[in-house]
């Protein structure tokens, strides 16, 4: 504990431990608890091998698994973009736009970083940004104006959820209308990663707002549909392509 902000001095190869742990603000996960996550997580995503590296998979890592399973709150991937690498995803998707988020209330108040190697927790606490990393210790620094070439992982506090649901679905809708070629399955994780813990209620005085809920609760059932099977060791095509088709129809009403 440093001036009363939590922070773990570097242990072996736990980086991603001791990460998590300045996030929550104490020693919540032990490496025997984390060992027991990583399994945990590799059986719903098959393929990865959590303990042993990070990997991503439906736009999400081992991180962002623990933090959604203990805060219910969703973490956005900003990939790594070392010597440009990802220049085209990061203009394709606008990140940028995320910026005015950063320090407001309901919007970024916690974000990781990370590089090939290493990975830290930048957050924000009294007013004022600390970058806690378990090598470096506590920094203090100023509010992000710009992502650089490391990755990020943006912990969403709940205000924003719903402005991030509304834009994807208004792309969507626009690449289902002019670009055949666009990679959907990043909205469709997203959104459903988004919509998961929403929770939609009616309004009895309000038929055209009900409409749109009705709407939303069909969009997460099918998107729910999609993640499932493509979860599978064997992937049945013709159904992806299907529901697919039943998310477009969807989304066209919107």
Not at 92 to 105: H, P, Q
Not at 110 to 127: C, L, P
Request: aromatic content about 16%; charged content about 25%.
């Amino acid at each position: 504990m440093t001036n009363n902000i939590y922070w773990e001095r570097q242990r072996g190869n736990n980086c991603r431990i001791h990460s998590l742990n300045a996030f929550f603000g104490n020693a919540k996960i032990s490496e025997n608890e984390f060992q027991k996550l990583c399994k945990e997580y590799d059986s719903i995503i098959s393929g990865l091998d959590s303990i042993k590296m990070d990997g991503f998979a439906e736009c999400r890592s081992i991180i962002s698994y623990i933090v959604d399973k203990f805060t219910r709150k969703y973490c956005h991937l900003v990939p790594i973009n070392f010597r440009g690498v990802h220049k085209e995803n990061r203009q394709t998707w606008n990140y940028e736009r995320f910026i005015d988020f950063f320090g407001k209330e309901g919007g970024i108040n916690s974000y990781f970083e990370f590089n090939k190697d290493h990975v830290w927790i930048n957050k924000r606490i009294q007013n004022e940004w600390y970058k806690i990393d378990s090598l470096s210790g506590i920094t203090h620094i100023n509010k992000l104006k710009r992502f650089g070439e490391n990755g990020y992982i943006l912990v969403f506090d709940n205000n924003l959820n719903f402005l991030e649901i509304e834009f994807l679905i208004k792309l969507l809708k626009e690449k289902y209308d002019n670009d055949l070629n666009f990679d959907y399955e990043i909205i469709f994780y997203n959104l459903y990663h988004l919509l998961k813990y929403i929770k939609f209620e009616y309004d009895v005085n309000d038929s055209e707002y009900n409409l749109k809920i009705s709407n939303i609760k069909s969009l997460f059932k099918i998107i729910y549909n999609f993640v499932t099977e493509n979860r599978k060791p064997r992937i049945n095509k013709n159904l992806i392509n299907k529901i697919i088709n039943q998310i477009k129809s969807i989304i066209i009403s919107f």
